[in-house]
């Protein structure tokens, strides 16, 4: 019969620690980093290109189309908002042409209920599709029979 024995704590903590230091080892030695990459660089700011002319005119017409964009597409209900000024210039820009272009859709008369239409082919703007306009389909709107009611034939269903 054999005999088993148990282990002594020496033996077990050896065995702990030298899985702990190959573990570490492994850990440094897959890594990609260089000695260089621990020395110090010098000054590490970032330098700030100056915005041109150009920039802030593309950033304002950027704001321009999308604040006319955003305020049609709520037809006209939610009302042009002041935006903060930062000290970022394309953002101010952005945010000058974004107010602008809506208060320029507004002053224009973009706005009116006479020429604003809030659901498609409803011609004369009061909320619904009648049958005398543009967005009518008879097809599927109404009573379904397109023509003079004294052409249509009988449905039967």
């Not at 041109?52 to 908002?81: K, N, S």
């Not at 599927?140 to 449905?155: E, F, H, L, Y």
Request: net charge negative.
């Amino acid at each position: 019969m054999q005999r088993f024995s148990r282990p002594r704590p020496a033996s077990v903590f050896a065995a702990g620690l030298s899985v702990l230091i190959l573990g570490t080892l492994g850990t440094i030695g897959a890594s990609d980093a260089t000695m260089d990459d621990f020395r110090p660089q010098g000054d590490r700011t970032a330098t700030v290109k100056p915005v041109t002319r150009a920039e802030i005119d593309a950033a304002f017409q950027d704001g321009w189309t999308e604040g006319q964009d955003d305020l049609m597409a709520t037809d006209c209900a939610e009302p042009a908002t002041t935006l903060p000024e930062g000290t970022d210039p394309l953002a101010t820009a952005y945010n000058k042409g974004w107010i602008e272009g809506q208060h320029a859709l507004i002053d224009g008369g973009a706005c009116k209920p006479e020429n604003l239409h809030l659901t498609p082919g409803d011609d004369n703007g009061d909320g619904r599709v009648d049958e005398d306009e543009s967005g009518w389909d008879c097809r599927t709107m109404g009573n379904r029979v397109c023509g003079p009611q004294s052409d249509a034939k009988r449905i039967t269903h």
